[in-house]
């Protein structure tokens, strides 16, 4: 069984500009996670996704939205990049929807994004 | 506000020998916890789980303890392997689609 995907792996923006990620999850897996890694704060949880529907959101500004398709591919965007938002990017995906219980995420490799 | 810690930045073990990692957290309304393993450029891989209502749980060479009166957990490796060198990441869950991470612990196994 594939992996949870994420394109692209690198990417160059300047401040100002936005930018799209993608995210596919593991076969079978309905609910999609996404992180963001720094050195400075570790790995930060952005936002969770669910059969379309954005069920939990950590603190970060509303420039950092997200959604979910119903293949239940999903797909992040920051906008206005700043500085600081060069990171790492993972989405993670699990296979039961539910209660917090049984949250095994499985993570794709991440996708590196520096602002300039 | 830091919810879950992982207090010791590295670990250095012989070859063979027994690797423990601890893990602190500060939430009671966490219920599980999952170890994970992280090499550079990579995203983290799951190791093992724990739910709140056991206190050990093994897969293998990995055992997680679990210490609720304590808020701590650890994961112990036995025999510890050269491969095992990597980043460990504690999480914890208390909310549908979120872990919240410790900031890892470097592990560097010398043959």
């Known amino acids: 069984k594939a992996g949870v995907t994420q394109t692209p792996r690198y990417l160059i923006k300047t401040r100002g500009q936005q930018v799209t990620l993608s995210c596919s999850p593991i076969?079978?897996?309905?609910?999609v996670s996404w992180y963001q890694q720094t050195p400075g704060q570790g790995l930060q949880f952005l936002f969770e996704?669910?059969?379309?529907?954005?069920?939990n959101k950590g603190n970060f500004p509303g420039r950092f939205s997200g959604r979910q398709f119903s293949n239940s591919r999903s797909e992040m965007n920051v906008s206005t990049l700043e500085l600081g938002d060069s990171a790492l990017y993972l989405c993670?995906?699990?296979?039961?929807?539910?209660?917090?219980?049984?949250?095994?995420?499985?993570f794709g490799p991440g996708t590196r994004l520096t602002v300039l | 506000d830091q919810q879950v810690k992982q207090n010791s930045p590295s670990l250095s073990v012989q070859e063979g020998r027994i690797s423990i990692l601890n893990c602190d957290y500060t939430n009671s309304m966490f219920d599980y916890f999952l170890w994970y393993k992280k090499y550079p450029a990579e995203g983290p891989t799951f190791l093992i789980s724990?739910?709140?209502?056991?206190d050990k749980n093994e897969d293998g060479r990995f055992t997680v303890f679990l210490n609720k009166s304590a808020k701590h957990l650890s994961l112990h490796i036995v025999p510890s392997q050269p491969g095992d060198s990597a980043v460990y990441f504690c999480?914890?869950?208390?909310?549908?689609?979120?872990?919240?991470f410790g900031q890892g612990t470097i592990l560097t196994v010398h043959p």
């Open positions: 996704y669910f059969s379309e529907t954005q069920r």
């Open positions: 724990i739910s709140s209502i056991k």
């Open positions: 993670a995906s699990s296979l039961l929807a539910g209660t917090s219980g049984y949250n095994e995420q499985f």
């Open positions: 999480a914890a869950s208390a909310a549908y689609g979120k872990l919240t």
């Open positions: 076969s079978g897996h309905r609910s």
